[in-house]
């Protein structure tokens, strides 16, 4: 059958096919200035739409601004973490301990006072909205109280442990420094995702029309796909999210590599001229098998939870409360252990770059350092977490204010939703990029540290490997160790 057969004949234009992805284009060129014109037209008359892109058009140099002003936010606040970190954490610590004392001791003033100026005069209807409010205020209370306690004795327990979260925060930024080329990672991450997207869907397309074409009841040409073929759609979504998956972890592994190679340097005048790039190229020599299946198995884990959450929107208002309370129930458990599963990932990929052993090794020697530091991990991923989450915040607050104190000069329009939504998005990715990058060096730091103190002692043949500012920490909590036991001296434990 000829390839020009196979294009629809009416109602439509007369078109012709195309060499690339198996479409039809109009013959005729007015059908493409019609629709020039018929977009023109739109925008033209559309009032709302005219105004948001002309306040876009107008302010585009002020967005190109705020964009890069929130890049160079980002830079600052990851220099200015290492340097105030100590002073930032025990704030942020003092903040939310007062607030929970404080919240808590006006929930019980209010039920207090509630319960104070009750009256059993009220009308009955009133009356009893009093009571529910009152035993309402009571129950928030006793939650508050029970949380506030919960939260003091974590904080008791932990307040030793946020040291090492200083510590290594303040690490980090040298690594940085030493490491410039991390700050550009997510940026080469992200056109590798784009690169690969684009090629997913141009084998869609493909996909689309592989099948045998006949002529349908109105003498349209249709696609029908027999065979193994039909299930390639299965295998495309597949190989989706798990190559997907894989160049998110050969991210990872290369931080990884890069953060190890500084820790485990004991004069950092003889680091690689590039770490980065030495560490790209054990990951391409060695590791590529390793972070294959740490993709894989973060794949195996997100398809059943897409398919239910696909099933729960299919049967949304049509399934009974049980069956509703089980699929959210199900996903909600999937997603914990994709959270888990990426996270104890993340660790073996640092455990595989300091040991170079496959990933089910590096995994379970990973999740034992993890186990054993599990005050400190849970220190670490709520203080640290907490901390860039507050910085994101920041610099889109930062963003936003100082956009709309530069679009209040602006007098030729009157809408600033747009560019306001456009700057406050890129300034809210650029920091969770940066940010997030800190943040996983701060992980693979952590998983160093733990590795060098359980191996090493200080003593000769067994020096540390760690920098001056973590040095200092253990030496505090060794002091900790012989004034708790007296004059028996201790060797420090392996965490």
């Known amino acids: 059958m000829k390839a020009s057969s196979l294009c629809p004949k009416l109602p439509v234009p007369v078109s012709a096919p195309i060499p690339f992805f198996h479409r039809c284009a109009p013959v005729n060129i007015s059908c493409y200035a019609k629709f020039a014109e018929a977009l023109i037209t739109f925008v033209s008359d559309n009032s709302v739409l005219h105004r948001l892109i002309s306040g876009v058009m107008t302010s585009k140099e002020i967005i190109i601004g705020l964009c890069f002003l929130s890049l160079v936010l980002s830079m600052i606040l990851m220099v200015i973490i290492r340097y105030i970190s100590r002073v930032l954490v025990w704030i942020l610590t003092i903040l939310v301990v007062l607030g929970s004392l404080g919240g808590t001791g006006v929930l019980w003033w209010m039920y207090y006072e509630h319960r104070k100026s009750f009256s059993e005069d009220l009308p009955p209807d009133q009356l009893q909205v009093s009571k529910d409010n009152q035993q309402a205020l009571l129950i928030y209370a006793i939650a508050a109280t029970v949380f506030t306690v919960i939260l003091l004795l974590i904080m008791l327990v932990m307040r030793k442990r946020v040291g090492l979260t200083i510590a290594l ?3 980090a930024g040298k690594v940085f420094i030493h490491l410039p080329l991390l700050v550009f990672q997510p940026f080469w991450t992200f056109f590798a995702l784009l690169l690969f997207w684009v090629y997913w869907v141009m084998v869609l397309l493909f996909l689309g029309t592989a099948g045998d074409p006949y002529a349908n009841e109105q003498d349209f040409v249709e696609f029908k796909i027999n065979g193994p073929l039909q299930y390639m759609w299965w295998y495309h979504v597949v190989g989706l999210i798990w190559i997907s998956e894989f160049i998110l972890a050969c991210q990872q592994m290369t931080i990884a590599g890069a953060v190890v190679t500084y820790y485990f340097t004991r004069n950092k005048r003889d680091l690689p001229f590039t770490p980065i790039l030495a560490s790209v190229n054990r990951l391409i020599l060695y590791h590529l098998g390793t972070v294959a299946k740490g993709a894989f198995i973060i794949t195996l884990v997100k398809i059943p939870r ?24 199900c996903i909600c458990c999937l997603w914990c252990l994709e959270k888990c599963l990426t996270y104890l990932n993340q660790n073996a990929y640092t455990a595989t770059a300091i040991n170079s052993t496959n990933f089910c090794t590096s995994a379970k020697d990973a999740l034992v350092i993890l186990v054993e530091n599990a005050l400190r991990v849970a220190t670490i991923n709520t203080v640290g977490d907490f901390v860039l989450f507050l910085g994101k915040i920041l610099i889109v607050s930062t963003t936003g204010l100082a ?12 809408v600033w939703v747009l560019p306001l939504i456009i700057v406050c998005l890129f300034a809210f990715l650029v920091a969770h990029c940066f940010l997030s ?6 992980d693979v730091l952590f998983l160093c540290f733990a590795v060098d103190t359980k191996y090493n002692d200080g003593s000769p043949g067994k020096e540390f490997y760690m920098d001056k500012v973590l040095m200092e920490f253990v030496e505090n909590s060794r002091k900790a160790m012989k004034e708790g036991s007296g004059a028996e001296i201790r060797e420090l434990k392996p965490m």
């Open 437 to 442: 990058i800190y943040e996983m060096v701060v």
């Open 306 to 329: 897409m398919i239910l959450m696909y099933i729960h929107s299919q049967l949304k208002g049509k399934e009974n409360a049980c069956a509703r309370c089980m699929l959210k129930s």
């Open 403 to 414: 956009g709309i104190m530069l679009l209040n000069y602006q007098r030729d329009y009157t």
């Open 169 to 171: 925060f303040n690490v």
